[in-house]
């Protein structure tokens, strides 16, 4: 089985930092691409930040600038690390990965429980 486990959330005033990370358990062969979501009160999930297995990232255009995602392969963990943070950044963050079991020829996808940022004065 595998799970992924998102920490780092919690309250922050505005222009502040957090670092999110999305730490990856079990039966793990490799990990594919890992993805940022977040979904605030009301509103449709979107896509945060991507990052492939080879460290090529691309974000969301509200974000560009003030978040950067990595990944330490050495640890199956992928961070989020969010600076200049806005009100309008409050959401539930989740991890999502495309994580290959070993002996498999194909990639399954995999949801963390999220984390709440909420940026508030």
């Known amino acids: 089985q595998v799970q992924l486990v998102e920490s780092g959330g919690g309250l922050v005033q505005p222009g502040g930092s957090l670092r999110l990370s999305c730490a990856a358990s079990?039966?793990?062969?490799?990990?594919?691409?890992v993805s940022w979501y977040r979904q605030a009160p009301g509103k449709q999930r979107e896509l945060v930040a991507v990052?492939?297995?080879?460290?090529?990232?691309n974000y969301a255009d509200s974000v560009k600038g003030r978040f950067t995602i990595s990944r330490d392969n050495a640890k199956n963990t992928v961070y989020l690390q969010m600076n200049s943070l806005k009100p309008e950044d409050t959401a539930v963050y989740y991890c999502n990965a495309d994580i290959y079991p070993p002996g498999s020829a194909a990639g399954y996808d995999y949801w963390g429980q999220g984390t709440q940022v909420t940026v508030s004065s």
């Open positions: 079990g039966s793990i062969f490799s990990i594919n691409v």
């Open positions: 990052i492939s297995s080879g460290g090529r990232t």
